[in-house]
């Protein structure tokens, strides 16, 4: 079973900020958090990764809370072409072997 | 570069058939990991090879095989095909202690 809570659905305005929340209660230390996002037919794409501090790059910010139970995917300003499902990830690292819950699918709105 | 390529991207078999999928691996990496999507699912992991040796196994039974090449692709083989091994096949290719990246799959449909 997936060790993560995730909303199964949400819903956000073009060019607002989208916050995808997870919950890892049972995440353990030497666990990482990831996020992929999932296009219709497509391959799960990856979006970012973080084990504590909060993580920015290109595409995405990763906010961890400070008891890492909880984390929150932040996508600054959301497109259309961001309509995907994103699935919420823990992991070991160096394990790459990822147990997909059914995340959530984020619907982005003209 | 060419990233996780995986071959082919549509395919039709017949139940008691036997199919095999192909995975390159993104330039760099060494690992290859197999997972199965059904409708409407997330990816289910299948197997990981490393060093041309299976390495994990997911809860699938003895009809789902792989190989490693030397040159770190890969291929997944199901005998006897039911049908509820139609699904979207993924690829995925880490370096050995690195994020996986997924290819865009192969969709089998089992008749």
């Known amino acids: 079973d997936a060790k993560t809570t995730q909303p199964p659905s949400m819903d956000c305005a073009e060019g607002r900020a989208a916050n995808l929340p997870c919950n890892h209660s049972t995440i353990s230390g030497n666990e990482y958090v990831y996020w992929y996002r999932q296009i219709h037919s497509q391959g799960p794409q990856y979006i970012i990764h973080?084990?504590?501090n909060n993580e920015t790059n290109e595409m995405a910010s990763l906010i961890i809370t400070e008891d890492r139970k909880s984390s929150t995917l932040i996508l600054p300003h959301a497109t259309l072409r961001d309509t995907a499902v994103y699935y919420c990830i823990v992991s070991v690292w160096g394990y790459s072997t990822l147990t997909f819950g059914k995340g959530t699918m984020l619907l982005v709105s003209p | 570069d060419a990233g996780v390529t995986q071959s082919p991207t549509h395919l039709i078999k017949t139940r008691g058939q036997q199919v095999t999928l192909r995975c390159s691996p993104k330039s760099g990496h060494d690992t290859v990991s197999w997972y199965q999507q059904a409708l409407g699912q997330g990816p289910q992991f299948i197997f990981q090879y490393y060093e041309e040796e299976e390495r994990q196994r997911g809860n699938f039974p003895d009809r789902f095989s792989g190989h490693q090449f030397p040159n770190y692709s890969s291929e997944l083989n199901v005998n006897a095909l039911l049908l509820g091994d139609s699904a979207l096949y993924l690829c995925?290719?880490?370096?050995?202690?690195?994020?996986?990246?997924f290819g865009q799959g192969t969709r089998l449909t089992v008749v």
């Open positions: 995925a290719s880490s370096s050995g202690s690195g994020t996986a990246f």
């Open positions: 973080g084990l504590k």
